[in-house]
């Protein structure tokens, strides 16, 4: 059974930081590319970052200098490093990953963590 938990979340005032974790268990072969996602309420789910096994990233426009993704390929870990948090970045984030499993290949998805930027 293969599990994305993710941990960081919390309550931070405007211009604070945060950092989220997400650390992938179970039986997996290997990972590819790992993202975070977020979701205000009544808004869609959006790109935050992503990262590929090589490292290569790519981030929304909004958390361009901002917001770090990074990952630790021996822990199966995807972090995300916010900086200068602004009360628009308040949401739930979700962390997936795109995976190999002994169920083949997958992409899944985290329970999520809330992030709340409010003084």
């Known amino acids: 059974q293969v599990q994305l938990v993710e941990s960081g979340g919390g309550l931070v005032q405007p211009g604070g930081s945060l950092r989220l974790s997400c650390a992938a268990s179970?039986?997996?072969?290997?990972?590819?590319?790992m993202g975070w996602y977020r979701q205000a309420p009544g808004k869609q789910r959006e790109l935050v970052a992503g990262?590929?096994?090589?490292?290569?990233?790519n981030y929304a426009d909004s958390v361009k200098g901002r917001f770090t993704i990074s990952r630790d390929n021996a822990k199966n870990t995807v972090y995300l490093q916010m900086n200068s948090l602004k009360p628009e970045d308040t949401a739930v984030y979700y962390c997936?990953?795109?995976?190999?499993?002994?169920?083949?290949?997958?992409?899944?998805w985290g329970q999520g963590t809330q992030v709340t930027v409010s003084s």
């Open positions: 179970g039986s997996i072969f290997s990972i590819y590319a």
């Open positions: 997936n990953g795109d995976l190999v499993s002994l169920r083949g290949r997958a992409t899944y």
């Open positions: 990262i590929t096994r090589g490292g290569s990233t």
